[in-house]
Structures are given as C-alpha cells and as structure tokens.
C-alpha cells in the first residue's frame, strides 16, 4: 500500500513537474506591465469614472488578463450607468439636495471624481500584486500621456453621452 | 601554451572572477586566447568578463561562438540564458532553461532562475510554483530562496519577515543577493535609512555594480531629510496617496462653507505638497546622481 500510494505521489510529483516545465511565453502575448498607479489615478480625476474604467482595461489587456477582470468592469461600468440614472432622476431629489448642501453647487462634479476616484482604487486592488510584482523587478512602465488623455477624451464624451440619453428619458 | 597552463589560467580567472575583477582576468585571458583562440573554457571566461563589465552585446557573440562549437555546454546555456534576460529576449530564454531542465531535473538553481524570468516577465503564480519546486531538490539554494522571498514581499509586503529571506540570512548571510533583499525588507517596512545603510555597504564591495550603485542613490534620495513630508506615501504607499487625494477635496469642501478665503490657502497649500512630491524626488535624483 505504501509502495503504491508512494508511486502515486511520484506520479503527481512528475506530472506537476512537467506542467512547470510548457512553455508560458510567446512572442505574440507577453505580459507587460501595467499603466502605473499615477497615470490611473491622473485619468480617473480628470476623466471620471468611464475614463478610468477604460485606462484599468488597458492595464488588464497589457497583463493578459482582460477577460478576468471584465466582470468586475461590467459590474462598475452598470453601477455607474444606474447610479448617474438613479441620481438625475425624481427619486434621486433627497440624494442631490444633500449633496448639494455638502458640497455646493459643483456637487456632481465632486460625485464623479469621487466615484473615479473609487474605481481607481478598486482597480489597484484588482492588480495591486502585479503592481508590486513589476516595481520589484523593475520593469518600466508604459508612457501614461498618450493612453491617459484618450481615456480622459473618451470618458468625457461617454459621460456627456450617458447625460444626454438621461436627459431626454 | 601547454594544457596545463591553460587550465592555471583558467583557475586563475575563476578565482579573479569571482572578486569582479576583470581587468585583471582580461589580463590574464588575452595571450591565453591569442595561443588558444577556440579553446571554449577561455572563451566563456573572456564572455564573463564582457557580461560583468556590461558589454552584454560582445558576451553574447562570444558566447554564441562556444555554443557553436560546443552546443550542450551548460556553463555556456547559463550564461546565453542570463544574456537572454537582459536584452528582454524572454522567449528564447524560457526555451534555454526549459531545455537545462529537462536535461538537469535535479538542478535547484534552473528552478530558481526561472522563477527569476517568470517574475520578470510576471508570471506571479508559476514563479511561486517554480521556486517551491526547486527547493524540494535543495533546500538552501539561494537562488530558489531568493525567488521565494521576492514572492512573498509580493504577496505580503508588511507582513511578517519572509520564510525564504530568513533562510537566506542563516544559510547564505555574506552573498550579495541576501543583502539586497535584506535591504528591500527594511524599505517595505519603512526603515528607509535601514535599508540605505544596507545598500551603501553593498555598493563599498561591489562599486563597479551599477545596479547596486542605481539601488543605493534610490534608497539615498528616499531617505534624505528633504523628503520627510512624503513619509506617508513612503510608508503606505498608494493607499496614503489615495487618502490624501480624498482628505484634499473634503477638506476643501468643508473648509469653504466656514471660511472661503481658509479653503483656498488649504487649497494652494496641498496643491503645492503635490507639485512638491512630483517634482522634488526627481531633481533630488538627479542633485545626489552628480
């Protein structure tokens, strides 16, 4: 019994072993490191919510990871879509007084940045260990202008959109 | 030159190699390699010399030439593989080490080496696989050791001292690679200073590193009594940052239903603590660089 529970653990060993040992590289979809914390959070502030949305994709197309952390995007992406409907809405009244009373006439200015602001921190957590991971070993990061003021374009327009759509519902 | 004066001279280079002291080897290698010009030994020391000098581009040609000659050399497959890595060509080097693997299942050190590109090229999760896996063959290989530490600092980098840096510390205390990680320790754990002291020492024995040398100017500009303000950034990191964004814009807010004309110097006063805190850390780089 032994003998044959220790040829099954040799069995294992081995096969682990060898799954170590494919290949994980290709030329055609290297990891690269993710858009850093600042160029995020920059593109959050100035953009709002779609614009950091858009900027944590690309970060996750870069990690090759896109189709995992696109359920939590949707998740956000619906959040914020309902919650902007819920806020310009008749129910959302009580909701707008007071922030209004809170942070004066720029209120939905301040909402937006805020909810960015969260989804920004959201996405550090999503990728916090890839984060680390590459400021450890010293990978560069991609350049955040270019990839930074498209989101924040795109953000503002899916934003002015999102009002407009509101609006006339 | 006879064998055995060759086989001196290439003991005699090991020796200088391993204390970096190339001109000396290079000294030693030329009339070696003039007698002797495809002798393989001689050629990968002179391929060495050209790697810890930086010239990566002529090891590279030397070393292709000795794998040409000699193509199941694996002295001469690690050091192809380490070349690899630092010109960024991951792939090819994946292949090199998956090949040594194969042909030296019970070498710790591949394992450990490949953990290495896995995290390079962040692989987080089979690095942490590869790195485990080689220390079954050797429980002290410090380069095995040396990839689990960096995953653990990934995975928790305030939390306890890592397993794999205090085996490092007891089996392995002098080598350079525990030192640097001691050092990377201290600056996750705030003590900038610490980690600075670390790292100097480590640049006092090897001052011909430049990414030693590049390592201690960081921790010397993070240390510096000027950027003491950015202490929480430092200490917390992108957490603080976060929570400095949102106290501004609250603070602000809050401020400007008492007082408008205290809200705007609150304002200019944390817009300046950020302009500082792009802008001071580099220039202060570039002030302790000259």
Redesign the interface.
């Known amino acids: 019994m032994d003998a044959s529970r220790d040829a099954n653990k040799n069995a294992h060993m081995t096969h682990?072993?060898e799954a170590?040992?494919q290949?994980?590289?290709?030329?055609n979809s290297?990891?690269?490191?993710p858009y850093s914390?600042r160029a995020t959070?920059f593109t959050g502030?100035f953009g709002g919510p779609f614009a950091a949305l858009a900027i944590l994709a690309l970060s996750s197309l870069r990690?090759r990871r896109l189709s995992r952390d696109a359920i939590v995007y949707a998740v956000l992406l619906l959040l914020t879509i309902v919650g902007s409907w819920a806020l310009y809405e008749t129910a959302g009244t009580t909701m707008r007084d007071w922030l209004e009373a809170?942070?004066?006439t720029s209120y939905l200015r301040?909402t937006f940045?805020?909810v960015a602001?969260i989804i920004?921190?959201l996405g550090?957590l999503l990728h916090r260990?890839?984060h680390?991971?590459?400021d450890?070993?010293g990978?560069a990061r991609p350049n955040g202008w270019i990839a930074g003021i498209a989101c924040i374009f795109l953000g503002i327009l899916l934003h002015v959109a999102l009002l407009f759509v509101i609006n006339r519902a | 030159m006879e064998t055995s004066s060759v086989q001196q001279v290439l003991q005699q280079v090991a020796a200088l190699l391993e204390r970096r002291r190339t001109t000396q080897a290079r000294a030693l290698l030329q009339p070696a390699l003039a007698a002797h010009p495809a002798h393989s030994g001689l050629l990968l020391q002179a391929a060495y010399v050209d790697y810890l000098e930086d010239r990566i581009d002529d090891a590279m040609r030397t070393v292709r030439q000795v794998l040409a000659a000699d193509p199941d050399l694996p002295a001469a497959r690690e050091l192809y593989f380490a070349l690899l890595e630092l010109k960024d060509q991951h792939v090819e080097a994946e292949r090199v080490i998956i090949e040594l693997l194969r042909e030296y299942p019970e070498r710790a050190e591949y394992y450990g080496r490949y953990a290495d590109l896995m995290l390079r090229t962040l692989n987080f999760e089979k690095a942490k696989q590869l790195a485990h896996e080689g220390l079954k063959y050797d429980p002290d290989d410090a380069v095995c050791l040396a990839a689990r530490t960096l995953c653990e600092f990934i995975e928790q980098p305030a939390g306890d001292t890592s397993r794999g840096l205090q085996q490092l510390l007891v089996r392995h205390p002098e080598s350079v690679r525990t030192l640097v990680l001691v050092a990377i320790a201290l600056q996750q754990r705030g003590d900038l200073r610490g980690a600075r002291r670390v790292a100097q020492e480590l640049v006092r024995a090897q001052p011909d590193n430049e990414g030693l040398v590049e390592f201690a100017r960081a921790l010397t500009v993070s240390a510096h009594w000027s950027m003491r303000p950015l202490w929480p950034m430092q200490k917390w990191g992108w957490g603080a940052s976060f929570a400095l964004w949102l106290f501004a814009i609250i603070g602000i807010r809050v401020i400007g239903q008492y007082d408008q004309a205290a809200a705007g110097i609150f304002a200019i006063v944390m817009l300046l603590y950020v302009i500082y805190s792009w802008v001071w850390p580099p220039i202060l780089k570039r002030l302790i660089g000259t």
């Open positions: 682990s072993r170590l040992l290949p994980t590289l290709s030329e290297l990891t690269a490191a914390v959070l502030f990690l809170q942070l004066g301040y940045r805020f602001l920004v921190g550090y260990r890839e680390r991971n590459a450890l070993v990978l």
